[in-house]
Every structure is written in C-alpha cells, then in structure tokens.
C-alpha cells in the first residue's frame, strides 16, 4: 500500500530562512505526490504536484519539491519564508484506489 | 458555486443521534470524496463518488456511516447513533474527472463534536 511519512509535526523558521518540510513515501510503483497547504478555519489548498513529467516542481506562493527515486523523498523547500506562510501542510500520495492518503501533517510557524 | 461548499460548517450533537453533513462540489464536477480529519491527524478517506455511484467505500468504518450522491451533484455524508470518537472535521472535495493526476478541491469542511 502507497504511504507518505511527514518528518516532524512542528517546524519553525525566522522570517526570511528557508523552509524545508520533509516527506518520504513508500510505493512500489512511481507513484503521484501532492503538497496540500490548509490555512487556519480554511479548507485544502494544492501547492503542487508530482506526476512524473519533471522531478523539480514549482508550485504556488514560491515553494517548490524535488522527487528524489534514491531516497523516496519529496521535500517542499521555500528559499525565504514569510509570516504568511504560517500554516499546516500535508504530504499526500495517490492511493490505488483513486482517493488520496495523506501524512500526518507539519505546522509551519515562522518567527518575526 | 465557485468552490466547494458544506454545510454546516459547526455541528453539535449528543451521543446517539443521527447527523447529516452536506457537500455542494464546484459544478460539473463528476468525482466527490469524503475525508475526516481528527485533530493532529491528516485527512482520512471515507468515500469516492464518480457521478451518482459509490465507487469506493472502503473508508467508511463501519455500518454507522453512509453516502450519497443521488443526482451525481450533492453529496450527503450520513453518521447514525453518533459516538465521541466521530467528533473530527469532515471534508468534502471534488474533481473534474477523478483521474489521479488532476487537482482535487476542498471545501471547508464540517466540524462535528459529539457531546
């Protein structure tokens, strides 16, 4: 069965550092991978996706995730981070079955 | 509607009653999905519509809980004689066509709490 481990619930930054969330995946097959961003009292937004066409992705408000194959990984980076960034953010793969299964979630805070 | 929306978007109810949760997807979109997300946790799959059909219910559960999407647009998530431990969020979500490559869209969800 297709899993994603998120690596740390909390994470905090300082304004300005760089962000590095870590998800790690197990699959069998090369598998569909999504960051989903969820604002405080605010539904599931996607950042990005994975779908095989490139192994670097940029997604939206200037994050992006690297498909690493050798170390199962999809780490979301952000190059410097801002207070609006706060938020949780889910790792999800495609389960075979057309529904999407998500990790346990890492909330962001960043620092003035 | 522009987006994905449920109501309520609070519910409250006493042990042992029967709630139902409603789910407007963005329209013409044919795949619905129910999620519960208990605190700390990540969304949970419940239930995939495609159009008016369950086509996957392995989520569910148990027989407490059901679904359903009669005219392929509105979805009801059902939950009889509720206990404690189905207080979580609910979220609903659509997508055009279902396929695993295209974006899914959230609503807001419902908060249930079971008192």
């Known amino acids: 069965a297709q899993s994603v481990t998120q690596l740390g619930s909390h994470v905090s930054v300082s304004e300005g550092a760089l962000v590095l969330l870590r998800c790690n995946y197990s699959s069998s097959v090369p598998p569909y991978l999504f960051w989903y961003v969820q604002y405080p009292n605010q539904g599931l937004q996607l950042l990005l996706k994975y779908t095989s066409a490139a192994t670097l992705v940029k997604g939206i408000n200037g994050f992006e995730a690297e498909f690493k194959k050798s170390e199962t990984s999809f780490h979301l980076t952000k190059p410097s981070a801002h207070m609006s960034d706060a938020a949780e953010y889910f790792c999800?793969?495609?389960?075979?079955?057309?529904?999407?299964?998500f990790g346990s979630g890492t909330r962001l805070q960043v620092q003035p | 509607g522009a987006g994905v929306s449920q109501t309520p978007s609070n519910k409250v109810t006493e042990k042992g009653k029967y709630v139902e949760l409603r789910c407007d997807p963005i329209s013409g979109h044919t795949a619905l999905y129910w999620y519960r997300q208990s605190l700390g946790q990540g969304p949970e799959f419940l239930i995939y519509?495609?159009?008016?059909?369950?086509?996957?219910d392995s989520g569910l559960p148990n027989d407490r809980f059901f679904a359903v999407r009669p005219e392929g647009s509105v979805s009801t998530l059902k939950i009889q004689r509720t206990e404690r431990g189905d207080s979580a969020v609910y979220l609903c979500a659509s997508s055009p066509i279902g396929q695993q490559d295209t974006e899914a869209f959230f609503g807001q969800g419902t908060r249930l709490t079971v008192v």
């Open positions: 519509f495609q159009g008016t059909g369950a086509a996957d």
């Open positions: 999800a793969v495609w389960k075979g079955r057309r529904a999407l299964t």
